[in-house]
């Protein structure tokens, strides 16, 4: 069993292909369509977790109220063994997502690991190794000092990991990477 992560998939959102932009202009997802961005998310998805893996989606996984939409399109075909933190745009009913998410969270700490959906003040970072987040989706954030340890930031939008979700041990390599413990 593998743990992995991912964020921000915002599945069946248009705006997502057709409005959101970087700031240079260029489009911030370049699929010609919203079924094209989310057919290549669960395809990428599935090739990387099992059905017996566990999954923690860090938030926003669609827009608003459109679970019921994307419900047997999408949430019927991902694999793994589903966790949910809810993120700012995951605003149905938390007994809505219990159909697809075996538990849901307000953020998780594992391995001394705090994730959550929008990054932590780096003042509430004390006792972590790091902040695994989403919700920033092409942006990250520097590392803090904290004391005398560097505590990096991790972003594991999909925009951040080709539309893949990635395992415990990446991040692990990303903290690593950005100088953390």
Not at 138 to 159: I, S
């Amino acid at each position: 069993m593998t743990i992995f992560f991912t964020s921000d998939t915002h599945f069946s959102h248009a705006n997502m292909v057709t409005t959101f932009t970087l700031p240079d202009g260029s489009p911030a997802r370049t699929f010609a369509s919203v079924d094209e961005m989310d057919e290549t998310m669960i395809a990428r998805w599935n090739e990387a977790v099992r059905p017996q893996d566990h999954i923690y989606h860090l938030g926003d996984l669609t827009m608003h109220r459109q679970i019921g939409q994307i419900r047997y399109r999408v949430l019927d075909r991902l694999h793994g063994h589903k966790r949910l933190l809810l993120g700012n745009h995951d605003a149905d009913k938390v007994q809505n997502y219990l159909q697809w998410f075996e538990k849901i969270f307000a953020s998780r700490v594992l391995d001394r690991i705090l994730f959550t959906h929008i990054p932590v003040h780096p003042e509430s970072l004390g006792r972590f190794r790091a902040n695994v987040h989403g919700h920033t989706h092409h942006r990250t954030l520097p590392a803090v000092q904290k004391d005398e340890r560097v505590v990096p930031y991790v972003n594991v939008c999909v925009e951040q990991t080709n539309y893949t979700p990635i395992s415990l041990d990446e991040v692990q390599t990303r903290i690593r990477k950005a100088g953390g413990l």
